[in-house]
């Protein structure tokens, strides 16, 4: 199986899932946003790559921008298999979630 | 969109990541980054936003990102992939190249690291005071008839009249060693919980303004800096004297005991002094102690005390030159008519508190040593010279094999190499070499630093990183600035000779090396001579003088005297002890002669007096001792005229009954011409005045002792007064040193049983008086080290050179041995060469080597003359290693079958 995903690739993963524009930039940016840690963005990229590999995501390039000195961006995108893989992951901790006695945790 | 086009990433940076980057993912990087760049620029600002940039360039790079190209064929950028390969198969081929150089450069770098940090450590003296760069030291420049010196000491008075008359006087401090004309503090002691006393002697007391902390910032652990010294019977201690008498317990608020009966304190603890202080002190006392005391210290009036190291803190936009101008004459207004009647003048002069270590004129009355600028670029220079050699090893060494790598070079040529590439691997080779020589020179620097730091005998801290240097960005721009250095220096040369071979030539065999790189090797071989005999002729000469002093004739004998300390506290019993104490004492037959005395040879002497003839208006400073009737034969002084001090002779100057009397004293030859006597016999029954301001005395010269050295042989003999009057700060024993163990063990018992409760302490009077030349001693160390790592790599280069030379003429030495040729005769006309180089390095190096010695020795009031020594050991030094490395590889090659060498090819 090819769904041994890192904490950071789920992450990154998940954030391309909503972002309307899901390249370097935006998603380290939205990465900081919502974990309030830092990373930076060559970080990203190697994630980004790492998923593309994993076939989780596909890309394609974009348009340029003067502000991006004339080269274009990279935007990815979720494959279905990307999609099936993170649902996979989601009902998998919802299991384990449930195997939890709801007693222990109200103790806690 | 104007600011966006100013504000671009740094270009390097740019390229950089262009040049590495795979052409496929290039896009997606540059552009992201760009963006992340501009986002920032507006967010961050752009310097941080530019230095972001670059950290993310290299964060880029990974094994993904690099470009493929780089690890493939069919493309410039493979071919770095041959060289390297090249580079370690060169490396391993030629292990003794390699070691020379390697080891040599690593040697070098690692000498110049060390010495960095002694340079950094000695040129950080007081800077870590907040505003170092406005508190000055004042000394003063006293002129008297034949007589100009510089104080570290001025009186108590200009202090605070300069705080009175001057707006940009901020603040002033001034601080008294204990000791000196003041109430005397010699032991402190504590009384805990329980009732357990501790006593220890205190020497390093200072007493000083209660403005202390305001001028220094000697950071305090506890206590207010404003208050700490507000009391009169308050005292800083320092951590460890805190540690000392109160173990863990809090030292706020306790009591310690002055001399056991006076109380003070505890308000403060500082932390201990830093290594690189110029003033070191263990306790601090406020001078409202002494005026508590009464006795008679009247700080404003004082003009006439120069005792007092003073500092002041001048305000932040004060003009310094100006108030240097202002200052000069302040003692000549307040105390202008006394100084006139003397003929002699005092100016104030201010001294940046950072210039204290390194950059003090010739000063009297410092009681620390202080550095010596000269001596610290002095150093650098020769780990410079070091680097130098290992330098001239690399590039002799990779010329001289350009004949063995001619065919290589070649054949690289015919297949198709371009001059640019073969420069590159060169080069290449060059950075390879010297990197690792850098890591290793680092290692090298980290395990040899604790020695160094003994060596040096300065308090630098015990790891590398106490000093601060390795945080200093300058101290690795150095080291990045070395290595490119090197590289480029040792590689360009060779790199630029190699590709320049002409194919044919080269492969045909014909080759052989040009004349003008001979030429160019001649030099740099004959520059490593002139620097090894420059080191060669220093160090001899540093071990000479050193040694020269170690065994003066002093004026009195060093040998065999053993110094006990009486205990100091003095009460009405004291004198009648220290008398049993010497009476028991002289029974022992292993002790000679006995005799106590206020200060001893070796010893900074603290008292002084002033001395004139009655005819005469003009003082005289002379030193004092306080000396019974044993103190002459004791230390085997000589005396010229007159007699020696009796028995029952005792200074009548404080014993109101003998008002009028003469006091019989001894005075040595220096005091005697002082007072304008032109033979000794000319003083002898002379009545002569001694005293300091208004009080004085009448005392009669009963005898006159020759100049004895009461410091090192860097200073001139010193006018002394001995007046007779038994006050022991140090017994002298004359002892017979066969019996040495006995002795002590006999000294110790008596000194248990007339001081009970005291610790017993002794030492030797010759290893205290060579004290004074550790510094010298430590000079000579760090340049017999320094000249010896010198001459080592020097002596590895030669070797290396020789073998190459030899190598190259193996068929030679063959077909020599065949016609008749002994080896002695092929070792003569082989090192022929050297002999001519070492001949002409000589003639340049031994000149200058004698200039800077002879200014060196100057320095030293007793001083050795530059002898023959000099002249003749470089010289045999180097040819004689020379000689032998041309020797061992030519018998080698000399003895083996010449058939072997003719049939090669």
Known sequence: ?108 | MNQQEKDTPPKWADKFLVWYHAPELIEEAQGDLYEAFHRRCKEVGVRRARFLFVADVLRSISLRTIDRSFFSPGNPRPMLRNYTTLTCRMLLRNKVFSFINIFGLAVGMAAVFLIMQYVYFESSYDRFHKDSDRIFRVYMERQAPNRHINTATIHPGPAPAMKAEFPEVEEYVRMLPQGIRMPRIVTMSYVDGKGNEKVFYEENIYTVDPSFFKVFSFPLLSGNPADVLKEAHSIVLSESIAQKYFGSEDPMGKTLMGNGDRPFQVTGVFKNIPGNSHVHFDMLVSFLFVEQTGSGFDQAGHWKWPEFYTYVKLAPDADVKAFKEKVADLIIRHNGAYLKERSSSEHLRLQALTDIHLRSPDMIQEREVRGSEQIVYFLLLIAGLILLIAWINYINLSTSKSVERAKEVGLRKVVGALKRQLILQFLLESFALNLMALLISLVLTWLAYPYFTELTGENMGSSLFDTGLVREPSFWWAIVGIFLTGSFLAGLYPAFVLSAFRIVTVLKGKFSASKSGIALRKVLVTSQFIISVGLIGGTIMIFKQVEFMKNYELGFAKEQLLIVKPPKVMDSLAQVRHESFKAELKQSTAIRNITASSDIPGALITNRQSIRNPEDEGLQRVFQYYVDHAFADTYGLKILVGRNLREDERLLAFNPDAEGLPSPIMLNRRAVESLGYKNPEDAINQRIYFGLGDREWLAEIVGVVDNFSQQSLKTEYEPMIFLPLPYAEYFTLNIDMTRLKETVAYVKDKYEASFPGNPFDYFFMDDYFNKQYAADLQFQKVFALFSTLALVIAGLGLYGLTIFMITQRTKEIAVRKILGASVPNMIGLFSKGFVRLIVIANLIALPATYFLVQRWLNTFAFRIDIGWLMFAAPPLTLLMISIFTVAVHTVKKALSNPVNALRVE
């Open chain 1, 1 to 108: 199986m090819n769904s041994q995903l890192g904490n950071l690739e789920e992450a990154v993963l998940l954030i391309a899932l909503y972002l309307d524009e899901v390249y370097g930039v935006s998603v380290t940016e939205e990465y900081k946003k919502q974990s309030g840690n830092d990373i930076s963005i060559p970080a990203i990229h190697t994630v980004l790559r790492r998923l593309e590999d994993k076939g989780l995501l596909k890309s394609k390039m974009g348009e340029s921008s003067p502000e991006r000195g004339g080269r274009r961006k990279r935007l990815y995108e979720a494959t279905r298999f990307g999609l099936q893989i993170i649902r996979d992951i989601k009902t998998q901790r919802i299991r384990l979630w449930s195997k939890i006695p709801q007693l222990e945790l109200d103790k806690k």
